[in-house]
């Protein structure tokens, strides 16, 4: 896109939008910025949600990402509690789900994702995803000491919303498809170490298992857990945590390449005049050399910093070294770079739990539990600079 934008339309209202919005305030542009979000509420944290929300430590108000005077002030055109449903980018209008049309100079796309749901499961009484305020909300009421939570996949979401449960007194089952829980996002060594505080915690961890069905028994125990090799796992209630769908379907017939997400390049660009930021994002991250969908706050909110400042006229490369946490049972696991599709899971530390991940000859990540911010420092510094293996464990040790 050659001329300067004068009308900006960001779909999707969470961080990497907000991100997005403040940046190019920030950066001095005055012209019309349209905020278009499918929920009714203004942008809120969702990491909260399988912890400190679910939890009862935070009331649904203390998640919101900007007091709403700092909402007006930026000066917006909010389209709350409609989606967006088509675009067109020959002629530069987005349709949304009342009718409305929103023509635009640039387009920022941050649909993010939902939660992947079980066959025959939506509306069953019973089992839960967790995405949104309302989904917590949901399981929170259902969350009483002696209650038997079943969690289907063992990922983050998963294993965060087990350490609540347990935590509140109520007695968990999480069951996995794999060999090893969290294998895929952090390997299986780092995978069994993690596993092993959700057992030590009173987990019930069932491993190489698939769910053939969930039946609504109409009393309770409520739900049954049905398993291909015949178990039947009764309870109380059923969180579903198979992973997430990019919210994409609203790009149908618009050109636009989407594959596992909205695929863009590595200025964050999937075509002209039309970006995409965070969760539903697809991009070449030059610094790996490789495309990459990242869900976690940090990456939206970077991604749509960088993003204003692309379609701005000052373009550079958003080649992040990603970032991601998770709290426990009171143990925060942080982790930097590019721990998927590694070569190489070394673990430096079992009783802390710190691991090295190697892609080919080179350092492109780092795990670690209750770890000093200055030590992950270091480690994030060597994957930034694309240090070579032996040289980064020389270095770090």
């Not at 990497?16 to 009714?40: K, N, Q, S």
């Not at 289907?152 to 935590?167: D, I, L, N, P, Y």
Request: with cysteine; glycine share 12%.
């Amino acid at each position: 896109m050659n001329a300067a934008p004068n009308r900006v339309v960001i779909v999707g209202a969470a961080a990497g939008g907000l991100a997005a919005t403040e940046a190019l305030r920030g950066a001095g542009f005055g012209g019309v910025i349209t905020l278009v979000g499918d929920e009714p509420r203004p942008p809120y944290d969702r990491p909260p949600l399988s912890k400190q929300l679910l939890a009862g430590q935070w009331a649904p108000d203390r998640l919101a990402l900007r007091a709403e005077t700092d909402i007006d002030a930026l000066g917006l055109e909010l389209r709350l509690g409609v989606a967006a449903t088509a675009v067109d980018t020959g002629r530069r209008v987005v349709t949304l789900a009342d009718g409305a049309r929103l023509s635009y100079d640039a387009l920022i796309v941050a649909t993010g994702v939902r939660a992947r749901r079980l066959p025959g499961t939506d509306g069953l009484a019973g089992v839960h995803t967790l995405r949104t305020l309302p989904d917590a909300l949901a399981l929170k009421e259902r969350l009483r000491p002696g209650r038997h939570l079943v969690i289907v996949g063992a990922g983050f979401v998963g294993a965060e919303v087990a350490a609540t449960a347990r935590g509140l007194g109520v007695r968990v089952t999480l069951l996995e498809s794999g060999p090893v829980p969290l294998a895929l996002a952090v390997g299986q060594e780092a995978g069994r170490l993690m596993t092993r505080l959700h057992v030590e915690h009173g987990v019930t961890v069932r491993t190489q298992v698939s769910v053939t069905g969930v039946i609504g028994t109409g009393g309770g125990p409520r739900v049954e857990v049905r398993l291909a090799d015949g178990t039947v796992v009764a309870a109380d209630d059923v969180l579903v945590a198979i992973g997430s769908v990019p919210n994409t379907e609203w790009l149908a017939g618009s050109g636009l390449s989407v594959h596992n997400g909205l695929v863009c390049d590595e200025y964050s660009s999937a075509a002209d005049g039309v970006y995409g930021v965070g969760d539903v994002a697809r991009w070449h991250n030059p610094l790996f050399g490789t495309h990459m969908r990242v869900e976690h706050r940090t990456n939206a909110a970077e991604q749509g910093m960088a993003v204003a400042r692309n379609l701005l006229g000052e373009p550079r490369p958003f080649a992040p070294v990603p970032y991601f946490w998770s709290d426990q049972y009171g143990t925060k696991f942080q982790a930097y770079g590019h721990l998927r599709d590694h070569d190489e899971a070394l673990v430096l530390d079992s009783d802390h739990l710190l691991v090295a991940y190697r892609k080919a000859d080179r350092l492109v990540g780092v795990l670690a539990a209750s770890m000093s911010p200055k030590v992950l420092r270091a480690w994030r510094a060597l994957i930034a600079a694309r240090a070579p293996w032996t040289t980064a464990l020389t270095t770090a040790a």
